[in-house]
């Protein structure tokens, strides 16, 4: 079965760390490039960063960069994202996607998706 799963999101208090995972079945990722984004209640979703399958050029979104990290692991064939300093505002449904071509780190590029994982910060 063709599918990717995310997981590891949880309740975290402000400034703690989460990692999310993004497993894939049934392809390898290596050959994908791979994106992460989210969605909060009431609001769009939106990228929060991408790595490209070529040359592994990564793209975080202003407002997560230098507390977050991409990374993939072709070996698991899971790729991550390290949540580190998290505030409230990071609160929403993190969701992975992959596609074998995009322009830019934006949903419309992407399209095979994961069902999400909850991310909550909160005290």
């Known amino acids: 079965q063709v599918q990717l799963v995310e997981s590891g999101g949880g309740l975290v208090q402000p400034g703690g760390s989460l990692r999310l995972s993004c497993a894939a079945s049934g392809f390898s990722l290596d050959r994908f490039n791979i994106g992460w984004f989210r969605q909060a209640p009431g609001k769009e979703r939106e990228a929060v960063s991408c790595?490209?399958?070529?040359?592994?050029?990564?793209f975080y979104s202003d407002s997560v960069k230098g507390r977050f990290t991409i990374s993939v692991d072709n070996v698991k064939n899971t790729a991550y994202l390290q949540m580190n300093s998290l505030k409230p505002e990071d609160t929403a449904i993190y969701y992975c996607?992959?596609?074998?071509?995009?322009?830019?780190?934006?949903?419309?590029?992407?399209?095979?998706w994961g069902q999400g994982t909850q991310v909550n910060v909160s005290s």
């Open positions: 790595i490209t399958n070529s040359d592994y050029r990564t």
């Open positions: 996607a992959t596609d074998l071509r995009i322009s830019k780190c934006d949903s419309a590029d992407f399209g095979f």
